[in-house]
């Protein structure tokens, strides 16, 4: 059984995701998706801007059955294009996120970005149309087609735009790794009962992945023999943290889901102290 975290209404997520931003393709999404599954994945993350939609729930269609697992097995989260934030065009592109995964309903819709696509960052037009997206969320939640809803790249005052909503965001997936702490973030989504999400748990949105060769990190692996890569999701998750780390390796695929070893409090605080922005 791979280990969960409760949200705020119960639901339960896995701690480990199947990350799938850039993996494109049908042969390439087909056999990740079936490499993922047997490893022991049990939950999948996508979006409409990755453009892989459709070819995940072929893949999740034929690769479920043959593994025995059925749809209540798998949490599927997708996202809000930045394309389609607003009341009417949030309800759309939900149900094409639906149709294109080929399933009923979603585990977890999130708000992909609060902004809005060819927006400026300082347009009012952005929040009037996220807090109409959110609107519909909490419609589509109480009618059962999301098991939960959340946002994703949002920062403190982001998400205190939405104290006046009737149901606050479940999870907030953002960049979290020990060279981006996040540290305000995080203390606010945890007082607000909002799940702190990881994605890049890696460090990977930096040039050259810095963090996979850090030193502290390599001691940590070598002591533990293991890789740097399970160091860093196994920080991460040791705190309640979910991760999405995405492979199309196969090695990798099954390495990110094996954190079967033990950090010490003192080796888990050497890793947050080598943190380049806090
Ligand atoms: P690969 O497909 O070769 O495994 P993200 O930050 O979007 O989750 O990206 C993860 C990146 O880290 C990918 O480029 C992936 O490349 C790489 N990666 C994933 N797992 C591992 C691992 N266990 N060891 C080294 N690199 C990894």
């Known amino acids: 059984?791979?280990?969960?975290?409760?949200?705020?209404?119960?639901?339960?997520?896995?701690?480990?995701?199947?990350?799938?931003?850039?993996?494109?393709?049908?042969?390439t999404i087909f056999s990740v998706i079936k490499a993922a599954l047997q490893a022991g994945y049990r939950s999948i993350d996508t979006a409409a801007v990755y453009g892989n939609e459709s070819d995940i729930g072929e893949a999740l269609q034929q690769c479920m059955p043959e593994l025995g697992l059925t749809r209540k097995d798998i949490f599927i989260t997708s996202k809000l294009s930045p394309c389609d934030q607003g009341r009417e065009e949030c309800k759309q592109a939900f149900s094409l996120s639906l149709c294109n995964l080929k399933l009923d309903y979603l585990d977890l819709f999130l708000i992909h970005w609060p902004g809005v696509h060819k927006l400026k960052p300082d347009d009012p037009r952005n929040r009037e149309l996220r807090n109409q997206s959110w609107a519909s969320l909490?419609?589509?939640?109480?009618?059962?087609?999301?098991?939960?809803?959340?946002?994703?790249?949002?920062?403190?005052?982001?998400?205190?735009?939405?104290?006046?909503?009737?149901?606050?965001?479940?999870?907030?997936q953002v960049?979290?790794?020990?060279?981006?702490?996040?540290?305000?973030?995080?203390?606010?989504?945890?007082?607000?009962?909002?799940?702190?999400?990881?994605?890049?748990?890696?460090?990977?949105?930096?040039?050259?992945?810095?963090?996979?060769?850090?030193?502290?990190?390599?001691?940590l692996a070598n002591k533990h023999s293991c890789s740097?890569?399970?160091?860093?999701?196994?920080?991460?998750?040791?705190?309640?943290?979910?991760?999405?780390p995405k492979s199309t390796n196969e090695e990798h695929i099954r390495e990110n889901i094996q954190l079967n070893f033990e950090l010490s409090t003192e080796d888990l605080g050497a890793l947050s102290n080598i943190n380049i922005n806090s």
């Open 1 to 27: 059984m791979q280990e969960a975290v409760a949200l705020s209404n119960g639901v339960c997520m896995p701690l480990v995701g199947f990350g799938t931003y850039r993996i494109r393709g049908r042969e």
């Open 138 to 172: 909490e419609e589509i939640y109480k009618s059962g087609k999301v098991r939960a809803i959340g946002v994703s790249n949002y920062t403190v005052s982001h998400l205190e735009d939405l104290q006046h909503a009737t149901v606050l965001p479940h999870v907030n």
């Open 175 to 219: 960049e979290y790794h020990p060279h981006y702490l996040q540290k305000e973030l995080k203390q606010f989504c945890k007082s607000q009962g909002i799940h702190f999400q990881a994605y890049s748990s890696l460090g990977t949105t930096v040039k050259e992945n810095p963090l996979l060769q850090d030193p502290s990190v390599i001691r």
């Open 228 to 244: 740097p890569a399970q160091i860093l999701l196994y920080w991460a998750t040791q705190q309640g943290v979910s991760v999405l």
